[in-house]
């Protein structure tokens, strides 16, 4: 479940922090016009899904990324940390051109 969880949980503090710096409009959330469409949102989270997959490496499956990290039979897990730095790399950027 952390595969999934953690990217969603780091845009959602990165949106909190960098782009509305703790101040909500209460007033929009229920306005079309004022919410963002979440595209840069659902785009970097499902790519952090998917280099979590690449880099997982559990009994059941072992990705390419995963396999060639680490020793037999089951190589290095490092899907979690794959999915972490290509949520916070690719969000800021990604909200900033949504914004645009």
Avoid: C
């Avoid at 990324?65 to 940390?81: C, D, M, S, T």
């Amino acid at each position: 479940m952390g595969y999934w969880v953690t990217p969603y949980s780091l845009i959602i503090f990165q949106e909190h922090l960098i782009f509305k710096r703790g101040v909500y409009d209460l007033d929009g959330w229920n306005d079309m016009a004022v919410m963002p469409w979440g595209l840069a949102a659902f785009f970097s989270w499902g790519v952090s899904i998917i280099m979590a997959v690449m880099g997982m490496s559990q009994e059941w499956y072992v990705g390419p990324i995963g396999l060639a990290a680490g020793g037999a039979p089951y190589r290095a897990n490092i899907g979690f940390e794959l999915s972490i730095g290509t949520s916070l790399l690719l969000y800021p950027p990604l909200r900033y051109l949504e914004r645009k």
